[in-house]
């Protein structure tokens, strides 16, 4: 309304829900807004106009992408975009593909990507939402913003339904009413702490320990730098090294250059040339002992350590971290044992703490 050569576009992936759904919402919204005598509704095709100037709010199906394509407007462009249960769509590529087609031939664009949450962590789009642009901005309200004056717009069944569930399955509650990625139940670690660590934090740390886990492709070379506060059993995760085709030179160059070589580095022993490489190039390396069992017990002691990462400082760690859960069998029954699988730094982890739990282990 206040940008007269701009065109909105609302979209859902199966075109039939739309008219109950994100297009009654526009209507309610309109109506909320005062507007109602300047906007008329039209239900064939789909599409809501403002009648001062003639602009419209079109509502597609992702279902028929020739359909977005031919979309064409008698004056102005699309400048908004609304993507409606984004995790209905098939992928960042598919959203991307539509965006290419409908952002043309203006200068102010809005993209609005909504939905709640699903319960995996891994669904791509609980892990496309925490993607940082410098132009994104990620919101998240639930009904507890709600002050009392506004109670009556959901009703006081809601909130005694809420406070049930929420005594009855507190997963089930945060997910359902508070929008977090709870997971499906496998999730490897739970004792996972997602904030940032500040520089004074930083500053503090002094039982620091590295472990690499080697890799070229399609692999990844990954190096992890910590700090363990055995006191309070809570291991911090500094900074990484992760990478695909980067030669021993390479991360060897990394590790001396980053001042990283004052303590050694603890590296997967399947390799020993590279841990010569490491060592003729200047890096304490050192080989981890491994043994049996060692996987299983390493990854059990690490489950029962608080771990706390910085997405900033350490991105692919809080990817692998956040995400790792175990496998299930085709009745959809959890399966003992840890997936061999995206977790290269949560390897290089169990090699750079390997001396500490080793003897806890060896007591045992």
Same mark, same amino acid.
């Given at each position: 309304m206040l ?9 859902? +992936?199966v075109a039939?829900?739309? +008219? #109950?759904?994100?297009?009654a919402q526009?209507e309610? !919204?309109?109506h909320?807004?005062?507007?109602s005598e300047l906007?008329e509704?039209?239900k064939s095709p789909?599409?809501l106009?403002?009648k001062?100037?003639?602009q419209?709010i079109l509502?597609? $199906?992702?279902?028929?992408?020739? +359909? ?7 004056f102005g462009?699309? $400048?908004i975009t609304?993507?409606?249960?984004k995790?209905q769509f098939? $992928? *960042?590529a598919?959203i991307d593909s539509?965006?290419q /087609?409908?952002m043309r031939?203006?200068?102010l664009f809005?993209n609005f990507?909504s939905?709640?949450p699903p319960r995996?962590k %891994?669904?791509w789009a609980?892990? #496309?939402s925490?993607?940082e642009?410098e132009d994104r901005i990620? =919101? ?5 913003g709600?002050?009392k /004056? =506004?109670?009556?717009?959901?009703g006081e069944a809601?909130f ?5 569930? &929420?005594?009855r399955?507190e &997963? @089930? ?8 990625p ?8 739970e004792n996972?702490e997602? @904030?940032p660590?500040s #520089?004074d934090?930083? *500053?503090q ?9 080697w890799?070229?492709?399609?692999d990844q070379y990954?190096?992890i730098r ?5 006191t309070r059993?809570?291991?911090y995760?500094? %900074?990484?090294?992760y990478?695909n085709r ?5 991360t !060897?160059k990394?590790i001396?250059? =980053?001042g990283?070589?004052e303590?050694?580095?603890?590296c997967?022993? !399947?390799?020993?040339k590279?841990?010569s490489?490491?060592r003729s190039? $200047?890096v &304490?390396a050192?080989?981890a002992v &491994?043994g ?6 390493g990854?059990k002691?690490?489950?029962? *350590?608080?771990?706390?990462?910085d997405?900033? @400082? ?6 692998e971290?956040?995400r790792y859960?175990?496998?299930?069998n085709?009745e ?7 997936? #061999?699988r995206n977790n =290269? ?7 750079a703490?390997?001396?500490v739990?080793?003897?806890? *282990?060896?007591?045992?």
């Amino acid at each position: 309304m206040l940008n007269p050569a701009v065109h909105a576009l609302v979209l859902r +992936k199966v075109a039939r829900t739309l +008219k #109950d759904s994100v297009y009654a919402q526009y209507e309610w !919204a309109i109506h909320q807004l005062g507007v109602s005598e300047l906007w008329e509704a039209k239900k064939s095709p789909l599409e809501l106009v403002f009648k001062p100037t003639g602009q419209k709010i079109l509502f597609r $199906g992702a279902d028929d992408p020739t +359909k977005i394509k031919s979309i064409k407007t008698e004056f102005g462009y699309i $400048g908004i975009t609304h993507f409606e249960e984004k995790d209905q769509f098939a $992928g *960042r590529a598919e959203i991307d593909s539509i965006l290419q /087609s409908t952002m043309r031939g203006g200068e102010l664009f809005w993209n609005f990507e909504s939905c709640n949450p699903p319960r995996s962590k %891994d669904n791509w789009a609980n892990r #496309d939402s925490l993607e940082e642009r410098e132009d994104r901005i990620q =919101h998240t309200s639930t009904y507890l913003g709600l002050d009392k /004056s =506004h109670r009556e717009w959901l009703g006081e069944a809601f909130f005694r339904e809420a406070e049930e569930l &929420k005594k009855r399955d507190e &997963k @089930r509650y945060q997910h359902e009413y508070l929008g977090v990625p709870v997971g499906l139940g496998g999730n490897v670690f739970e004792n996972l702490e997602l @904030r940032p660590i500040s #520089d004074d934090e930083l *500053r503090q740390f002094d039982h620091i320990y590295q472990g690499v886990d080697w890799g070229w492709f399609p692999d990844q070379y990954a190096f992890i730098r910590l700090h363990y506060d055995k006191t309070r059993e809570t291991i911090y995760l500094l %900074d990484e090294n992760y990478g695909n085709r980067m030669s021993n030179e390479e991360t !060897a160059k990394w590790i001396l250059d =980053h001042g990283y070589n004052e303590e050694f580095t603890t590296c997967d022993s !399947a390799e020993k040339k590279s841990i010569s490489d490491y060592r003729s190039l $200047g890096v &304490k390396a050192k080989e981890a002992v &491994k043994g049996p069992s060692s996987v299983e017990y390493g990854m059990k002691w690490l489950q029962h *350590r608080t771990i706390v990462i910085d997405r900033k @400082r350490t991105p692919h760690a809080f990817e692998e971290f956040s995400r790792y859960e175990f496998e299930q069998n085709r009745e959809g029954e959890w399966i003992s044992g840890y997936p #061999d699988r995206n977790n =290269h730094l949560i390897d290089a982890v169990r090699y750079a703490l390997e001396r500490v739990y080793g003897k806890y *282990r060896s007591q045992a």
